[in-house]
């Protein structure tokens, strides 16, 4: 049986391996640049939905740029953002959400390899942030 945590590395590892395969296209839209869901690694996760993605990507934008913990704080935002997804929106509670979120990002910056894939993913959501696309 696969933990929870390992599920959860390989979805994010599949968002930003679409992530990935958007920027090398040069999509020039967020709905033209989608990846299928079965191109996603082991169809462990679909993108983020539209409004979704929106929202996360607003939230990073707002994070502080003299924050040092802004790449750990965008990470979270993204981890939220895939929680929300996987779970709904309407199953998830606020303060036990945080601390659901909370534990995991501790479990999963206990593995350095992971908390190190963390901090480059950290990077190119705000690298993302800063240049929203135009419609």
């Known amino acids: 049986m696969i ?36 191109t996603a690694a082991h169809n462990d996760t679909q993108e983020l939905q539209p409004h979704l993605q929106q929202l996360v990507a607003m939230r990073i934008r707002a994070l502080d740029a003299d924050d040092p913990n802004r790449r750990r704080k965008a990470f979270r935002v993204f981890l939220e953002g895939v929680l929300m997804q996987t779970f709904g929106r309407d199953r998830i509670d606020g303060l036990a959400f945080d601390q659901m979120v909370d534990k995991v990002m501790q479990r999963m910056e206990s593995d350095a390899a992971l908390e190190t894939l963390m901090s480059e993913a950290g990077e190119l959501l705000l690298a993302d942030a800063a240049h929203p696309p135009t419609s």
């Open 3 to 38: 933990d929870p945590t390992t599920q959860l590395a390989a979805m994010i590892r599949a968002q930003f391996r679409a992530q990935d395969q958007r920027r090398a296209a040069g999509a020039a839209s967020t709905q033209d640049s989608r990846v299928k869901p079965e």
